[in-house]
């Protein structure tokens, strides 16, 4: 197979319920639709504004910065769709270009369209589309290209139109509403067939800006007009337009062609990455291959809010987590992109490392130590965004330990001791000096009181045995990390990993937490499964072979919502069950594949709290390459040599062969890794 992945068969038709095609490269995120002329969904990271249900400081859509449409005598596309036919689309994934073709018949005039839309990971403040018209007879057609304002909540402070912008035909200044942030947009447009130069349009307050062509179209002869627009928000830069009309000026002068190829050249690289599985079928891979793309769109070195469970992705009909960063990036999302693509992780966990006062104040709240970390963090300033009451936001105590964990993957898989030093050691030593204030030592050891994990219960149970798990990982690896730099460990973090309380049964069941019992609500989450991997608790044998068979056994009960589930093919494995493996995979992943492009949703649509679709969701995205990369091949990200991190041996699902990947990054180093099933232990070897 190499390393071009399998893109998703083309699409026909209109979408129904399906969600549009999402093209993003981690700083800007594009809903197209299935007619590129109608103007779809636009978010920049960072860019936030004020929810319009909820009053919390939110990812808000901002003016579709690509917008375009083709007149007819007084017809044009967008106002009379009807008189569009054939739409068709088609993803390449190995490149991140969407092509979409149509037929638009006004009268006698028949035109062919067919659009290329990307977004540009060499230069990720630009979006770039090229429409290209051929005519079935000699005609005269308008083009428009420029903003689209409809749809968004806000306003446009400044506005430069033609020679006011020095280079490029349009740029506004966006605010949305809440004046949390604001965003510049520039945009430039060329169609070389046009007769003149284009007249500009700009429509008084908010609105549009547009540049309009007339041209004649010759039967045979393409026609193209090629639209490049730049979007920077004002987290990076606090003139934000001028920044754009600065970033579309470089645009232009490397030009359409030249920026699509270096788009191409950097997914090129990101694909030597990619995860080959022998043996499985093809339906499988494509489904891997569209995991490995959804994630790395939605992450860039040059994101500056992280991103969100659903990258950079916006419909109007779902948006249920406002755009917050939740500890399912850092658990979820940061491990793969470690391997993958580290400056991106990187991006995600500078976000954290921003905003670090901002936990040290939320401690401070609770009377506690250290740093803990919001639940659901708003991009802007990284607080707490939690709507309403908050219960999740109260209780969860193990989001500090997966933030804190992320940065000790981070040392122990780039290796980079002037990061660690400067931005990791600060997080990780002060989420241990909480961790020592949020416990409470007993008799029994150090337990955790009133605390909920994945199952999110209204009353908090004590002693929840993911949160233990995880604490133990966690502290395990900042002392190592400590010791190794030199810095001050305290007693009480080795008294703490050495004694904590773990609600274990007397059949050697880990339960869920303390007076736990299937039968209660949530009870088939399979969290003690999750604290033995990926969070590698070192449980008995006995302990781990009673716990696997207990929540094993439950999995019909769980199945469909969202997160672990992708784990369970490595929790069958890990028992030796090839054949559940492979039947998990399919029920645990692939069954939440939904329509156009492998969009993987947050529910499986079966599940009763399915309300509509909503993904791609980053948070099953991330467990999925988890699985691949780390926990079928049974590999352990640590400080020893990456020949070692083998730590048991590979057992993969029913005909599956093989799992390579023949580049992923460990401090700085490309290696490859091959997972060959019924070998002792899994290779990473110097590529």
């Given at each position: 197979?190499?390393?071009?992945?399998l893109?998703?068969d083309?699409?026909?038709?209109?979408?129904g319920?399906?969600?549009?095609?999402?093209?993003a490269?981690?700083?800007?995120g594009?809903r197209?639709?299935?007619?590129?002329?109608?103007?779809?969904?636009?978010?920049?990271?960072?860019?936030?504004?004020?929810?319009?249900e909820e009053?919390v400081?939110?990812?808000?859509?901002?003016?579709y910065?690509?917008?375009?449409?083709?007149g007819?005598?007084?017809?044009?596309?967008?106002?009379?769709p009807?008189?569009?036919?054939?739409?068709t689309q088609r993803?390449?994934?190995a490149?991140?270009?969407?092509?979409s073709?149509?037929?638009?018949?006004?009268?006698?005039?028949a035109l062919?369209?067919?659009?290329l839309?990307?977004?540009?990971?060499?230069?990720?403040?630009?979006?770039?589309?090229?429409?290209?018209?051929?005519?079935?007879?000699?005609?005269?057609?308008?083009?428009?290209?420029?903003?689209?304002?409809?749809?968004?909540?806000?306003?446009a402070?400044?506005?430069k139109v033609?020679?006011?912008?020095?280079?490029?035909?349009?740029?506004?200044?966006?605010?949305?509403?809440?004046t949390?942030s604001?965003?510049?947009?520039?945009?430039?447009?060329?169609?070389?067939e046009?007769?003149?130069?284009?007249c500009?349009?700009?429509k008084?307050g908010s609105?549009?800006?547009?540049?309009?062509?007339?041209?004649e179209?010759?039967?045979?002869?393409?026609v193209?007009?090629?639209?490049?627009?730049?979007?920077?928000?004002?987290?990076v830069?606090?003139?934000?337009?001028?920044?754009?009309v600065?970033?579309?000026?470089k645009?232009?002068e490397?030009?359409?062609d030249?920026l699509?190829?270096?788009n191409?050249e950097s997914?090129r690289?990101?694909?030597?990455?990619?995860i080959?599985?022998d043996?499985?079928?093809?339906?499988?891979?494509?489904?891997i291959d569209?995991?490995?793309f959804?994630l790395?769109?939605?992450?860039?070195?040059?994101s500056p809010?992280?991103?969100s469970?659903f990258?950079?992705?916006?419909?109007p009909?779902y948006?249920?987590y406002f755009?917050?960063?939740?500890w399912d990036i850092d658990?979820f999302?940061?491990?793969?992109?470690?391997?993958?693509?580290?400056?991106?992780a990187?991006?995600?966990?500078?976000?954290?490392?921003?905003h670090?006062?901002?936990?040290?104040?939320?401690?401070?709240?609770?009377?506690?130590?250290g740093?803990?970390f919001?639940?659901e963090?708003a991009p802007r300033s990284?607080e707490?965004a939690?709507p309403g009451?908050?219960?999740g936001?109260a209780?969860?105590a193990h989001?500090?330990?997966h933030v804190?964990r992320a940065?000790?993957?981070?040392?122990?898989?780039?290796?980079?001791?002037?990061?660690?030093r400067?931005?990791?050691?600060?997080?990780?030593?002060?989420?241990a000096?909480w961790?020592?204030s949020?416990l409470t030592?007993?008799?029994?050891?150090f337990?955790?009181?009133?605390?909920t994990?994945?199952?999110e219960?209204?009353?908090?149970?004590?002693?929840?045995?993911f949160t233990l798990m995880?604490?133990?990982d966690?502290?395990?690896r900042t002392?190592r990390?400590?010791?190794?730099?030199?810095e001050?460990?305290?007693?009480?973090?080795?008294?703490?990993?050495?004694?904590l309380h773990?609600p274990?049964?007397?059949?050697?069941?880990i339960?869920?937490?303390?007076?736990f019992r299937?039968?209660?609500?949530?009870?088939a989450?399979?969290s003690?499964?999750?604290?033995?991997f990926?969070m590698n608790?070192?449980?008995t044998?006995?302990?781990e072979?009673?716990?696997l068979g207990?929540f094993?056994?439950?999995?019909?009960?769980y199945v469909g919502?969202?997160?672990l589930?992708?784990f369970?093919?490595?929790?069958?494995?890990m028992?030796g069950?090839r054949?559940?493996?492979?039947?998990?995979?399919?029920?645990?992943?692939?069954?939440?594949?939904?329509?156009r492009f492998?969009?993987c949703?947050?529910?499986?649509e079966d599940?009763?709290?399915?309300?509509?679709p909503a993904?791609?969701f980053m948070?099953n995205i991330g467990?999925?390459?988890m699985?691949?990369l780390?926990g079928?091949?049974?590999?352990?990200?640590s400080?020893?040599?990456?020949?070692?991190?083998?730590?048991?041996p590979?057992?993969?699902p029913?005909?599956?062969?093989s799992?390579?990947?023949?580049?992923l990054?460990?401090?700085?180093?490309?290696?490859?890794?091959e997972a060959?099933h019924g070998a002792?232990r899994?290779?990473l070897l110097?590529?």
């Amino acid at each position: 197979m190499g390393w071009e992945p399998l893109s998703p068969d083309p699409v026909e038709g209109v979408r129904g319920d399906d969600l549009p095609a999402y093209v993003a490269n981690g700083l800007v995120g594009l809903r197209v639709r299935e007619v590129p002329m109608l103007p779809g969904s636009a978010i920049v990271n960072g860019v936030v504004g004020l929810h319009v249900e909820e009053p919390v400081e939110a990812a808000v859509p901002i003016p579709y910065p690509l917008a375009a449409d083709i007149g007819v005598g007084e017809t044009w596309l967008t106002e009379q769709p009807w008189f569009i036919s054939d739409a068709t689309q088609r993803y390449d994934f190995a490149t991140g270009e969407l092509l979409s073709a149509l037929a638009f018949h006004v009268g006698e005039v028949a035109l062919r369209v067919e659009v290329l839309t990307f977004a540009s990971r060499s230069d990720p403040a630009l979006v770039l589309q090229r429409t290209e018209l051929m005519a079935e007879s000699p005609c005269t057609v308008r083009l428009r290209a420029g903003i689209a304002t409809a749809g968004s909540r806000g306003r446009a402070n400044e506005r430069k139109v033609g020679e006011q912008t020095a280079s490029g035909e349009g740029a506004m200044l966006w605010v949305p509403e809440g004046t949390f942030s604001c965003c510049g947009i520039a945009f430039h447009s060329e169609c070389p067939e046009a007769k003149d130069e284009p007249c500009f349009r700009e429509k008084h307050g908010s609105g549009s800006l547009t540049a309009e062509y007339s041209v004649e179209l010759k039967r045979g002869r393409t026609v193209r007009l090629e639209q490049i627009a730049a979007l920077v928000p004002s987290l990076v830069h606090h003139s934000p337009m001028d920044e754009a009309v600065r970033r579309l000026a470089k645009g232009r002068e490397l030009g359409f062609d030249q920026l699509r190829d270096l788009n191409r050249e950097s997914w090129r690289q990101l694909w030597q990455s990619r995860i080959v599985v022998d043996g499985a079928s093809s339906d499988h891979q494509r489904l891997i291959d569209a995991g490995f793309f959804y994630l790395n769109s939605s992450a860039h070195r040059s994101s500056p809010a992280a991103t969100s469970m659903f990258g950079l992705a916006s419909w109007p009909n779902y948006n249920y987590y406002f755009g917050h960063v939740m500890w399912d990036i850092d658990a979820f999302c940061v491990p793969p992109l470690l391997l993958v693509q580290p400056t991106a992780a990187r991006s995600l966990l500078d976000f954290r490392a921003r905003h670090v006062d901002a936990a040290r104040m939320y401690a401070m709240l609770d009377n506690k130590d250290g740093l803990r970390f919001p639940w659901e963090a708003a991009p802007r300033s990284g607080e707490e965004a939690t709507p309403g009451a908050g219960s999740g936001a109260a209780h969860a105590a193990h989001v500090s330990l997966h933030v804190a964990r992320a940065f000790a993957l981070h040392a122990e898989a780039v290796r980079d001791v002037r990061y660690l030093r400067e931005k990791g050691w600060p997080i990780l030593s002060g989420v241990a000096d909480w961790l020592a204030s949020r416990l409470t030592q007993t008799t029994r050891g150090f337990e955790l009181l009133r605390a909920t994990g994945p199952a999110e219960v209204l009353d908090p149970p004590d002693n929840d045995s993911f949160t233990l798990m995880t604490a133990y990982d966690l502290l395990q690896r900042t002392i190592r990390i400590g010791l190794s730099i030199g810095e001050d460990v305290p007693a009480i973090w080795c008294d703490m990993a050495d004694s904590l309380h773990l609600p274990i049964r007397s059949d050697g069941v880990i339960a869920s937490h303390e007076e736990f019992r299937v039968s209660e609500a949530k009870g088939a989450t399979p969290s003690p499964l999750a604290g033995l991997f990926p969070m590698n608790y070192p449980a008995t044998g006995r302990q781990e072979e009673a716990t696997l068979g207990l929540f094993l056994s439950h999995w019909p009960d769980y199945v469909g919502s969202p997160m672990l589930p992708a784990f369970y093919p490595v929790w069958a494995a890990m028992r030796g069950d090839r054949a559940l493996a492979l039947k998990l995979f399919e029920a645990g992943y692939a069954a939440y594949d939904k329509g156009r492009f492998h969009q993987c949703l947050e529910y499986r649509e079966d599940h009763p709290d399915s309300k509509v679709p909503a993904g791609p969701f980053m948070a099953n995205i991330g467990g999925m390459l988890m699985t691949m990369l780390l926990g079928l091949p049974g590999i352990e990200i640590s400080d020893a040599d990456p020949s070692d991190w083998g730590r048991r041996p590979v057992i993969l699902p029913s005909g599956w062969k093989s799992i390579t990947v023949d580049q992923l990054w460990v401090g700085g180093t490309p290696m490859r890794m091959e997972a060959m099933h019924g070998a002792a232990r899994a290779r990473l070897l110097k590529a």
